[in-house]
């Protein structure tokens, strides 16, 4: 699985190889990873992400999907 997610700027991806973060207004190709020098961001975003996938989980179905 993999799994993006982005807050301005900033740009974070977990896939089965990596998990890092990319700052795309200056790095639009995604070749440095700041995961390592931008600590605090990739914590929040990762921490942002991981709510918000249990957020949707506990949700019901919604739109022409949803079962009646």
Same mark, same amino acid.
């Given at each position: 699985?993999?799994?993006? %997610?982005?807050? $301005?700027?900033? &740009?974070?991806?977990?896939?089965?190889?990596?998990?890092?973060?990319?700052?795309?207004?200056?790095? +639009?190709?995604?070749?440095?990873?700041?995961?390592?020098? %931008?600590?605090? $961001?990739?914590? &929040?975003?990762?921490?942002?992400?991981?709510?918000?996938?249990?957020?949707?989980?506990?949700?019901? +179905?919604?739109?022409?999907?949803?079962?009646?």
């Amino acid at each position: 699985e993999e799994y993006a %997610a982005r807050i $301005e700027n900033l &740009k974070w991806i977990k896939t089965k190889e990596t998990t890092g973060i990319f700052n795309l207004s200056v790095d +639009p190709g995604e070749t440095t990873d700041l995961s390592k020098t %931008a600590v605090s $961001e990739f914590e &929040k975003m990762e921490e942002k992400f991981v709510n918000w996938q249990h957020e949707m989980s506990e949700t019901g +179905p919604r739109g022409p999907f949803r079962d009646f």
